[in-house]
Structures are given as C-alpha cells and as structure tokens.
C-alpha cells in the first residue's frame, strides 16, 4: 500500500511538471511566424535575523554630547569607548511587506534606490506583510554599512549615536523597520524663533 | 523670563519623491538639521501636522530645520522592549535572504539571488537589459554564470511592472537570428556581453529557420 502510494505521488508530480513545461512554451494558432515561449521565475524574500547591539560611550569626548562633550570631564584620543555588545538576535523569518516586493520589483524596471534607512519605534503591533510604516516611528538613521560578503544574503546595518538623543535618551523601543529614503520636503531658518518652536503644516484643501 | 513662543505655519501638501503620491503624516519626522536631531511629533488634527519643539536642549535659535518624510517599509520586526540611554550607542543590523522558488525548467541561479542582495545593500548592480538563447541541453544549475551554447543576444524589446510583485520582460530572437541552430537554452543577463546571468530556461528544442522570430516573455515574480 505504501509503495502505491509513492508511485501515485510521483504520479502527480511528473504530471504537474509536465503541465508547467508545456505552459512555457506555446505556438499561436495561424501565427506561424511567431514562436513564443513564457518562463516565470520566482524569487522569495526574508528576513532572515535582526539583531540589536549597544556600546557605552565611556569616557570619550563626544562634540554635541550633553554629558561628554565637556571638556576635562571626558577624554580626548584617550577615552574609552565601549565596544559592541549584543543586546539580541532575533532570527524570526519573515516575508518583507507587500510595498517591499513592488519595490525590488521596481528596481528590477527602473532602477529605484536601494532601502537605506533603519527606522525605530515604540510600537507593538505584530507585523504583516500589507505594513507601510512603523506602527509608531520615532528615529531614523541612515545606514552605516552594509555585508554582501555571503551568497544570497545581504545586511544593512544601521547606528544611532550618543548624539541622537531623541532616540537615545530614555526612550523605549519595541521594533524596527528598514525604509527606502525619503526627501527633505521643506527648510525653514528659525532666527527669528523664541527657545520654545511650534512648527504647524496645513494641508491644503 | 522664557522667551515668547514663536510659531512658523507652512501650507501645502507634502508629497513622496515622485511629486503625485502625498505623503501621509505618519511618514513624515521633523529634524534639527543643525544639531541632527529628530524631534517630537503630535497627533494630526484636522489636517495640520504639528511638531512642538518644546526641548530646547534640542534646539536653538537660527537653527535650520526639516521636515524629513520617509517611505517604503521594506521590512519590519518586533523586538524586546529596549529602553535607550544617552550613555550608549546602539547598532541594528538586518539580514535578507533571497531563495530562488523557481519550478520547471527554469531557474534563478546564484549569481542572479546575489545581483539583487548587491542591490539591497548598496552596491548599485545594474538590472536585467538582455536576453539570449543558445544551444546548451544541461539542466540549468544554482552554480550557473553563463548561457550553455549561447548563439545570439539581444537587447529587451520591452519591459513592465504593472502587476502586483510581477516584474515583466519580452526579447525578440529574430527571424535573422540562430538559422540553423536548435535552440534549447534562454537565459537573462544585465549586459550585452558577459554580464550576471539573472535567469535560465531548459526549453524544448527550436530548430531555427528565417521563416519565424521567438518572442520569449519572462516574468520575474517577487514572493
């Protein structure tokens, strides 16, 4: 019984690449002029890891630093910096989001940037593939680096620094997003501006 | 004696770099360009966005600011709650990994997984433009780099995305092309010669004549 059912099994299986062979090829009736044949090729892609790390600032002098940019407090060439430390590693696979197989395929025709930007945010949310954002962003990054040094995978590695401190300091962050670049939509000088700014856009009707 | 609140309002609609599709608010962050800071947003109301730049430890006068809109979520994961500290830096690194999920005869061979991995991370690869045919039986491989046999290359005659994940192309092998030849081999590349070998098809033998063109139509699906 076994056995009948493997030979029942490959069966099936002979039939159905029989059938995808003759779907790629096909002669038009009364075009005899014209052979035309349609491959498909398919490719899927995951996430594969992601993964978190820290370093402590030490005692290096850090210009812009609100703790170590002070001069006789922190240390110049002779600070220590930290060195990295992984906080997690996350190896879920995952598709990427539906916007993010229309983007490769984009690439594909025209030639679109490649994804450049580690976003961060607070929300929770479980992910699914017809996502658009982060359910609640609250800092960007360009990438830093990249690895292509592995067949079939490539990473993108992202760095928030001491300096951001919108997303460095005391902030809590629950997930992680790579983004495509976006654009400066506006400058504005405020020289004119008191310490305390509210900054209001209005859409147009 | 704090100084008065100064408020700066901007009208107009915020659009996405191909200047038609309007950027959501929740795409969009204001920067302290000076200092290269992000700062805080609030709820949208009644179509305003609205930044309040209340830490002035973020901001100082005649600093320029930016409105910075981001877009294309190309992957998103949860992680355990981190509670950052201006005493750390913090470094993420994502991994994609691209499988080829092929069936039939044709395949996508490493070097075509490892074109879209170089883009993804930057290395700026230059995408599909060629098509070719040849006279090679071997079944296509995942080592392949070459055209088994290849006998003429031809530069696409068109290309589209206008479905969902589907990234479409047609070469044209001419009535002038491969008379003579059984062609039994077809395969994508990114140049006019030599190149990255981005597809390969095993296909039921052509004999060539001048009295018909092949018209291949490959599609590129992204699962």
């Not at chain 1, 039939?15 to 349609?38: A, E, W």
């Not at chain 1, 982060?134 to 992202?158: F, H, M």
């Not at chain 2, 929740?26 to 009644?46: E, P």
């Not at chain 2, 033998?205 to 063109?213: N, Q, R, V």
Request: aromatic share 8%; net charge negative; glycine share 10%.
């Amino acid at each position: 019984m076994a056995s009948d059912v493997e030979e029942l099994g490959k069966t099936i299986g002979l039939g159905i690449r029989k059938q995808q062979n003759m779907q790629q090829t096909m002669t038009r009736p009364g075009t005899l002029s014209t052979y035309f044949l349609m491959p498909t090729y398919r490719v899927k892609i995951q996430t594969t890891r992601c993964k978190m790390e820290h370093k402590t600032v030490g005692t290096a002098f850090i210009l812009g630093h609100t703790d170590n940019a002070i001069l006789g407090t922190s240390k110049l060439g002779a600070g220590t910096m930290g060195s990295w430390t992984t906080i997690e590693t996350l190896y879920d696979i995952q598709d990427i989001t539906n916007y993010g197989k229309n983007y490769v395929r984009d690439w594909l025709y025209s030639g679109t940037d490649y994804p450049n930007y580690i976003i961060v945010g607070s929300g929770d949310t479980a992910f699914s593939t017809d996502q658009t954002n982060l359910i609640a962003p609250i800092g960007i990054t360009d990438e830093d680096s990249s690895n292509n040094s592995t067949d079939a995978i490539g990473s993108i590695i992202g760095e928030f620094k001491s300096t951001d401190r919108y997303v460095v300091d005391g902030k809590v962050l629950k997930e992680v997003g790579v983004v495509a670049g976006g654009r400066t939509i506006f400058t504005i000088d405020t020289t004119k501006g008191g310490q305390n700014v509210n900054v209001t856009i209005n859409t147009e009707a | 004696m704090p100084n008065p609140r100064h408020s700066h309002v901007i009208r107009g609609t915020c659009y996405k770099a191909d200047g038609s599709t309007v950027l959501p608010y929740a795409n969009m962050m204001l920067v302290n360009y000076t200092q290269g800071k992000m700062l805080t947003t609030t709820a949208n109301s009644s179509g305003k966005y609205l930044f309040d730049c209340n830490n002035f430890t973020t901001f100082t006068n005649g600093d320029t600011m930016q409105l910075y809109g981001y877009t294309d979520l190309i992957s998103r994961h949860l992680i355990s709650s981190l509670t950052t500290t201006a005493a750390k830096e913090y470094r993420i690194t994502v991994d994609y990994t691209f499988t080829d999920k092929t069936v039939g005869n044709s395949i996508v061979p490493t070097a075509g997984l490892n074109l879209l991995r170089d883009w993804v991370t930057g290395q700026a690869p230059t995408a599909p433009t060629h098509m070719a045919w040849g006279t090679g039986t071997t079944t296509p491989a995942a080592g392949d780099t070459t055209l088994e046999g290849e006998d003429t290359r031809n530069a696409l005659s068109s290309e589209s995305n206008s479905s969902n994940y589907t990234y479409k192309i047609v070469g044209v092998l001419a009535k002038t092309d491969s008379n003579g030849e059984v062609i039994t081999k077809s395969g994508v590349f990114n140049a006019a010669a030599a190149g990255t070998l981005l597809g390969e098809t095993l296909l039921s033998p052509i004999s060539k004549t001048a009295t018909f063109l092949v018209q291949e139509g490959d599609n590129f699906i992204i699962l």
